[in-house]
C-alpha cells in the first residue's frame, strides 16, 4: 500500500474561497451602506449572497472542496446574518426582541446541527435526507428556498422618518 500523496496545492487560493474572500467585502461594503444607502446595500449584499451559491457550485465543480471553504462559507453567512438581524433591531426597534430571537436561533441551530453532522460522521452538514429532516433538506438542497432566505429581510427596506 503506497502512502498517501501530499500536494503543495495552496488552498487559501482556490477558486471557492477566492469567491468566499469576495463575499466577505461585499457583505462589509454592505453593512457599510446598510443605514444610509438602502439601495446599495441591498445589491451588494444581493451580490454576496448569490456568490454564496456560486461558490459551492465552484467547490465541486473544480473538485476545490475544502474544510477551510466550508468554515469560512458558513462563518460568512453567519456573520452577515447577525449583522443585518443587528441593524434591523436598531432600525425597527418595536420588533428588536424578534431579531434578537432569530440571532440567537441561528447561531445555536446551526451549532447543533454541525455538531450532530460530525457525530454521525457526515461528510457535510449540507447532506441530509429527506427521511432524516424534511426541512433541513429542504433548507439546504431547494433553490428557491435559498433565494428566500438570502433575500428576505430586504422585501421591505427600513424608513428613514
Known sequence: MSPP???????????????GYSRIILAGCSLYFMSYHPHYCTL????????????????????????FGAVLDMV??????????????????????????????DLASHYMHMY??????AGSHKKVEKKMSRV????YSNNVCFYFRS???FLVPPSHS
Open 5 to 19: 500523496t501530499v500536494t503543495n496545492e495552496n488552498i487559501f487560493l482556490f477558486i471557492p474561497n477566492l469567491i
Open 44 to 67: 451588494l449584499y444581493t451580490l454576496s449572497c448569490l456568490l454564496d451559491a456560486l461558490d459551492g457550485w465552484a467547490a465541486r465543480r473544480f473538485n476545490q472542496s475544502t474544510k
Open 76 to 105: 460568512t453567512d453567519r456573520c452577515t446574518t447577525a449583522c443585518l438581524l443587528c441593524f434591523l433591531s436598531s432600525a425597527y426597534t418595536k420588533w428588536a426582541i424578534l431579531f434578537q430571537g432569530l440571532i440567537s436561533l
Open 116 to 121: 450532530a453532522s460530525l457525530e454521525r460522521g
Open 136 to 139: 433541513l433538506n429542504m433548507y
Open 151 to 153: 433575500s428576505f429581510f
